[in-house]
């Protein structure tokens, strides 16, 4: 089949990238909303359920090999020092240990992208590599760990990022001229004339708003288990880019990507800080290759809350101009991020002030600073989050000067285009996310004495309800590859290169090729997480797994279909127009009449097999295609304790297509729930006299707990969205966890008639701004 | 963690012999916080001795006059679950319920949460901190958010148990024994503020076993609660906890008092100047405010923790007016 380049735009976590990519053949036409789909839109019990729950499921951290090493790592207690020697002589000679990796015996051992050594000279926050023994038992590397002698040269730091980015600042790396992490930064947006719409504003509201670094916390931390054989190094990878790890550790070693075969099975959690092989499993392949042993190298959980990633804190600066009946007329923005030792970018904090509401004066500024922390990783809708919570609380603080609803404030400055560049919004259902979700929490009611004050005005309980919104991508893009492949009995094997992150990847791509193949779900088998035996597929991040990965399974299940009718139009000596296939039954489209199994046919044959390819096709070019959606909350707050609640959260998205509604609503809990996490409790506490985090642990640390939870209400709003790819759907994953942090604290707002002047509302801030 | 010798031994009297001698000796019972401090290398004791087969050390019972005794391996769970015990003490119940998680309560023990260590993420990270020997706090000019409001050492830790500040309300007294026979010493006497040549909160000496807590009958008439606030609604230690129990007249009027704060001071805070200014009043909702003041006098919030005081004072508040609602109620 004869195929084409063609050059495309991704949105990925929020950026857009230019890219060629290599297409063939024809996608199928889109299911539009009349399709009738039979498997696709059900809710389907997850395919790998059985496993997951019964512990069949090998996760990176399950693998278990022969002979192999444990690897621990000693790490850096300061935020920056010259690590002036390391002494590992008894360690070396110590029971058990096999070796010790250094900054003096690794040359050439470089980071994933190849940007710097893994053991440095300079550690630039706590948490940087030292060292990492290698032994025979966890015990033992841990006793080794404990000999190695580390001369540190301590170094002036700064762990503030205003702070940081002054003149006379220390340097987070002595080398570099200043804090900043690039000549571009920090990047400053400009549309219409700030001044002038300022000066035609009736009223102009300023909000300061903070967020907290917020960690992953993948219950799998980050890590690799990694075996060479002499020819081929398999590496177990904890990791959300399976073609990109081996692309690094092929460069690392010096392998051809052929000698490179990474696995990645189950993953036990990413949301985004996993989109590489991390040192920690380059380490892993390293050691493998050069000792012969297979070794594991499963970080921490002190470890990965110190040098996993985080999202970035931010401090946000608005200035919003309108005029008396609330139409915007200005937004100034200067958003402020601590993006670590080594950000190299800034998550878009910026993005919602330029896009969310209508408004034709925008000037937005994001100013990341590097500091000695642990550095930035993209984590479910980097920036965005941030972003909308910043923005939508300085909305509601406009709302209060205007003294208009919050929500007729948003319907008033509906940006019915996008406004970044022009273009239209392929569908934009908005309005029916605001009208229904405001009618399901009862947003008319919202200030009737008996909803705030629930045990009366003598009680110190108020309850409050707020809402804020979401756009994002998540319509996935080239390029995504898939087989199909008919086996002789009529079932049929999915070949993909994709990552399941939890989210039920394997579950949905198995509706969609029986969909189109017209099999049962049971004769559907996905494979994915293999370099070797897969066939390319994206990083699973951006929400774009399903929308990238979905269209080509059903591209190549379609050729396959085909395929098999051709065969059976002449092995049945019917016309293949005059033939269907349902639930892997053959029939006769006029009769109706069944003609025995698609295996029947097929089992005729003298071993063949049916394989067909599928391509993702390239993004529609003339118009943006978004997921939309808004969140309601409800909350209870205790004015004399401090303490908050959240009760209820509803959530009117538009994903486009729902392939399963089962899979769709565990990601919208999922991403409420770490919103909520965001919102109420989840921060890194760092010493600003030791500059280093105190709290790197699931103690200190806050995530929700089940009771934590409220009653969460899913609306689902819209349609297929025919622009978006032949599936009609958009991806989920981001979605839900964009509105909730912003919405709880307006619904704070509401609650105690205060504004929060940042998240998390723990005790501690809320009676604080209460005393204020 | 570090390699240690494991041994088990079946009473407490075999417990107290085999710490004989032994410095680097400890006892593991439900290891909720043993196992923590090992492996964050906090503690390397070379040698574990296991007191969990000494059975007779478990159990819930009460005496003809109401007294009750708490075996000290009996764990959170059964506190928790035991019926005549929540009749009996409904303080107690309320202590354990939200305290940790279910798995930790299944774990852990009587003993080993009046022994724990504090939770100050400087004495259990990588710091050199005045507990360990070290020559200064980190926490005080550090990050405290969750550290005292009241300290007059040197160190500004507070003691994590929900049950240490329920049981020094209800006057209970803790069996230890050791190598010169048994002896008895009541809460705030087990858990003090720690001195230059006892880094630790509790005070026991290192070849003491604790036996049993009692609690002494109490009156017909009392009531009392535990009311803690959390960062989250489970397994969170308390920010502030109060409790209060308080032996009240028919008419109302508080014949005795007992008032503890917990996670405001290095021990159990017990408020003696409260439990004056109660006894013999009736308890309205303006006594109880005033109540609260007097439980805040004094205390000097660090840069993190000035919410403390405010927590202090509402709990102190509700926990009276509770208590007086309950004998209403009841």
Known sequence: ?772 | MRAFDHSAVQSADEAVAALRGQDEASLIAGGADLLSLMKADVVAPAHIIDLKPARDLRGVSVAADGAVRLGALTTLAEIERDEALAERLPILRAAVRDAATPQLRNMATLGGNLMQRNRCWYLRGPYACWQKGGDRCFAREGQNKYHAIFYDGSCVAVHPSDLAPALLALDARVEVVGPAGPRALAIDELLQTPTAERRREATLAADEVIVAVTVPAQPANAHGVYLKLMERQAWAYALVSAAAQLALTEDGRVEQARVVLGGVASAPRRLPAVEALLVGQAVTPELATRAAEVAITGATPLAHNGYKVQMARELTRRAILQVAGAQRDG
């Open chain 1, 1 to 772: 089949m004869p195929i084409r380049i063609v050059t495309t735009h991704l949105e990925f976590e929020g950026q857009v990238y230019e890219q060629r990519v290599v297409l063939e053949g024809d996608e199928p036409a889109v299911w539009d909303a009349d399709a009738k789909l039979g498997v696709v839109g059900q809710p389907v019990p997850r395919v790998d359920g059985r496993e997951r729950v019964t512990g069949g499921a090998q996760f990176t951290y399950d693998v278990a090999l022969p002979g192999m090493l444990i690897a621990v790592g000693l790490r850096s207690p300061h935020p920056h020092a010259r690590v002036a020697s390391v002494n590992a002589a008894r360690a070396e000679v110590a029971p058990g240990v096999r070796a010790v990796y250094t900054r003096f015996n690794t040359e050439g051992l470089i980071n994933p992208n190849g940007e710097r050594p893994i053991f440095a000279e300079e550690v630039v926050y706590q948490g940087q590599e030292v060292a990492v023994v290698l032994a025979e038992t966890r015990q033992q590397a841990i006793d080794a760990l404990r000999l190695i002698a580390v001369e540190y040269e301590p170094l002036p730091f700064v762990v503030d990022p205003e702070a940081a980015l002054a003149v006379e600042a220390p340097h987070v790396q002595t080398t570099r001229e200043n804090n900043s992490i690039g000549e571009d930064w920090p990047k400053i947006y400009e549309r219409g004339d700030v001044e002038k719409g300022f000066a035609e504003a009736d009223v102009i509201a300023e909000t300061r708003f903070t967020t907290e670094a917020a960690l992953h916390n993948s219950m799998e931390t980050h890590g690799g288990v990694a075996s060479w054989d002499g020819h081929t190094l398999t590496l177990w990878s904890s990791t959300q880019n399976i073609y990109g790890a081996r692309q690094q550790v092929a460069a690392a070693l010096g392998l051809h990507q052929n000698q490179v075969h990474v696995i990645k099975r189950y993953l036990g959690g990413g949301f985004g800080s996993k989109f590489d092989a991390h040192n920690s499993g380059l380490l892993a392949a390293w050691a493998a290759y050069h000792l012969g042993r297979p070794v594991k190298y499963m970080l921490s959980r002190e470890e990965e809350n110190l040098a996993a990633g985080n999202r970035p804190p931010s401090v946000q600066t608005y200035r919003i101009g309108a005029k008396r009946d609330g139409a915007l007329t200005a937004i100034e923005l200067r958003a402020v991020g601590n993006v670590g030792a080594f950000g190299g970018w800034f998550s878009p904090v910026s993005l919602p002030a330029k896009e969310m509401y209508l408004c034709p004066n925008v000037r937005a500024t994001d100013a990341p600073a590097r500091t000695n922390l642990g550095t930035q990783g993209s984590f479910r809708a980097p920036g965005v989050v941030e972003g909308i919570a910043g923005l939508e609380v300085a909305l509601d603080n406009l709302a209060r000067e205007l003294a208009l609803d919050p929500l007729e404030l948003r319907r008033k400055n509906y940006a019915p285009s996008y406004q970044i560049i022009e273009k239209p919004y392929a569908v934009k259902t908005l309005r029916e996310a605001y009208d229904r979700g405001a009618e399901r929490i009862g947003w008319a009611t919202r200030d009737a004495e008996e909803r705030r004050y629930p045990r009366g005005r003598d009680s110190s309980l108020r309850r409050g309800v707020g809402m804020a919104s979401q756009f994002w991508g998540g319509d996935g893009g080239p390029p995504a590859q898939a087989i199909a492949k008919l086996l002789p009995d009529g079932s049929a094997v999915i070949v993909t290169g994709t990552q399941d992150l939890g989210t039920g990847t394997r579950t949905v791509l198995a509706q969609i090729a029986a969909e189109e193949l017209g099999l049962p779900l049971a004769a559907v088998r996905v494979e994915l997480g293999e370099t070797e035996f897969g066939v390319f597929s994206p990083p699973s991040g951006g929400s774009m797994t399903l929308a990238s990965v979905g269209p080509a399974v059903r591209m190549a299940a379609a050729g396959a279909r085909r395929e098999a009718m051709e065969i059976v139009s002449h092995l049945a000596e019917a016309p293949i127009d005059a033939l269907d296939v349902r639930d892997g039954v053959i029939l006769n489209r006029e009769t109706g009449k069944e003609m025995g199994s698609l295996g029947s046919f097929l089992g005729q044959l003298e071993g063949h097999e049916v394989t067909a390819r599928g391509m993702r096709g390239p993004n529609a070019e003339e118009v943006i295609v978004r997921t939309f959606g808004t969140q309601f909350a409800e909350v209870e707050v205790d004015i004399a304790t401090g303490q908050v609640r959240v009760l209820r959260v509803v959530a009117a998205h538009d994903c486009g297509r729902i392939v399963n509604p089962l899979t769709f609503s565990s990601q919208m809990e999922g991403g409420i729930i770490q919103g909520i996490g965001m919102a109420l409790f989840e921060q890194r506490i760092v010493d600003e006299r030791l500059g280093v985090s105190v709290n790197p642990n699931f103690g200190d640390y806050k995530v929700p707990t089940i009771r934590d939870v409220p009653e969460i209400e899913i609306i689902t709003v819209g349609q297929p969205n025919p622009f978006a790819n032949t599936l009609g759907a958009l991806g989920a994953g981001e979605p839900p966890i964009i509105p909730t942090p912003g919405a709880i604290a307006n619904a704070f707002a509401h609650a105690v008639g205060r504004a929060p002047h940042g998240l998390p509302l723990t005790p501690d801030r809320v009676l604080a701004l209460l005393a204020e």
